[in-house]
């Protein structure tokens, strides 16, 4: 069972350009979620969707476009790649109906803009 | 304003021994706390999960200490082995506990030295 899958797992941008960073999940989870992991910062949230056709922004949004066309999957759109984006990436799901709603993350996506 | 405050960043411990790391808060609406353990390369996964109607819960050798009145929570890893070493964070989240209302902590790395 893949869980939650994301690509590329490496990717060196020079500033100005975009980019999407590809997620999908395979557990027909409702809600999905992107967070950046930053040293001594942890984990903090880009933007989420509580389903299809619905998103919404997390704490840090600026720079960043989401979109949910479908339950499965949820790309992250770098507009115009700044050096602050460099980071590590990751993509989550949660099932809504689990108790505890345990968060399922990918293995993540090392960014790093030049 | 980091919501989860986790403590030590980085903790070095001897094969056996016993690692504690803790975490604070100050939402007294939160009701659900997650440890997850990140190993080098991977996203992070569920560890081991408490709920504030019990001030202990122990799976195997990892056990979450809560104190509600003083809003803090801790993980007690017993007999601390080098596969322990990885980067552990503490969360919290408050209803309905989907991923927008869970906060974590910024991460604490441990190495345990065979």
């Known amino acids: 069972n893949a869980g939650v899958t994301q690509t590329p797992k490496f990717q060196v941008l020079k500033t100005g350009q975009s980019m999407t960073l590809q997620c999908a999940q395979d557990?027909?989870?409702?809600?999905m979620s992107w967070y950046r992991q930053d040293p001594g910062m942890g984990l903090r949230l880009i933007h989420y969707s509580v389903g299809a056709g619905i998103t919404d922004q997390g704490e840090v949004p600026n720079g960043y476009n989401v979109s949910r066309s479908t339950t499965e999957d949820f790309p992250l759109r770098l507009l115009s790649a700044a050096p602050s984006q460099t980071s590590v990436y990751f993509c989550?799901?949660?099932?809504?109906?689990?108790?505890?709603?345990?968060?399922?993350f990918g293995e993540g996506s090392w960014l790093t803009v030049v | 304003q980091q919501q989860v405050k986790q403590s030590p960043q980085s903790l070095i411990v001897q094969k056996g021994g016993i690692s504690i790391i803790n975490c604070a808060y100050e939402?007294?609406?939160?009701?659900?706390f997650p440890w997850y353990q990140q190993f080098p390369g991977k996203g992070p996964a569920l560890l081991i999960a408490i709920r504030p109607d019990v001030s202990e819960k122990k799976e195997g050798r990892f056990t979450i200490s809560f104190n509600k009145s003083a809003k803090q929570f801790s993980l007690h890893i017993m007999d601390s082995q080098p596969g322990d070493s990885a980067t552990y964070f503490c969360a919290a989240s408050h209803p309905p506990n989907t991923g927008n209302q869970f906060y974590f902590g910024t991460g604490t790395s441990l190495t345990v030295i065979p």
């Open positions: 989550a799901s949660t099932p809504l109906w689990e108790p505890g709603n345990t968060i399922y």
């Open positions: 939402n007294t609406a939160f009701d659900y």
């Open positions: 557990m027909n989870h409702e809600y």
